[in-house]
C-alpha cells in the first residue's frame, strides 16, 4: 500500500522556521518525483514545490521562492520542506504526493500536516 504521512507542522509565529518532513512507503521512493501541496480554509489546493527523481530539480511557487527549500531522503524514503519565513499566508493545511508516471498529476495524497503562521 503506498502511503505518504507528513507531518512537522504547528503553530509558529510570523518569521519563524518549520520544517515538514513525509514518510513514504509501499513503492520505490526514488523512482518519483514527490511534491508539497498545501490548502488553506476556503481556497483551493495548490503547489507549493516539487523535487524530481532523477537529478534533484526544483520547483517552487512564487509565494514561497526564496523562503522554503525542498529535499528529499531516498535512504531514508524522506522528503523535507524547510520553510523559513513563515507569513501569515503560509497558513494551511499541508501535504505530500507522489507524480503519477508519465503525466503531470500528483497523487496518493496522505492525511497532511497543519502549518499556522500567527502574527
Known amino acids: 500500500e503506498v502511503q505518504l504521512q507528513a507531518f512537522g507542522g504547528g503553530l509558529v509565529q510570523a518569521g519563524g522556521s518549520l520544517r515538514l518532513s513525509c514518510a513514504a512507503s509501499?513503492?520505490?521512493?526514488?523512482?518519483?518525483?514527490i511534491g508539497w501541496f498545501r490548502q488553506a480554509p476556503g481556497k483551493e489546493r495548490e503547489g507549493v514545490s516539487c523535487?524530481?527523481?532523477?537529478?534533484?530539480?526544483?520547483y517552487y511557487a512564487d509565494s514561497v521562492k526564496g523562503r522554503f527549500t525542498i529535499s528529499r531522503d531516498n535512504a531514508k524514503n524522506t522528503l523535507y520542506l524547510q520553510m523559513n519565513r513563515l507569513k501569515n499566508d503560509d497558513t494551511a493545511h499541508y501535504y505530500c504526493?507522489?507524480?503519477?508516471?508519465?503525466?503531470?498529476?500528483?497523487?496518493?495524497w496522505g492525511q497532511g500536516t497543519q502549518v499556522t503562521v500567527s502574527s
Open positions: 504526493a507522489r507524480q503519477v508516471s508519465g503525466t503531470d498529476i500528483f497523487g496518493d
Open positions: 509501499g513503492f520505490t521512493f526514488d523512482d518519483y518525483a
Open positions: 523535487i524530481s527523481s532523477s537529478d534533484g530539480s526544483t
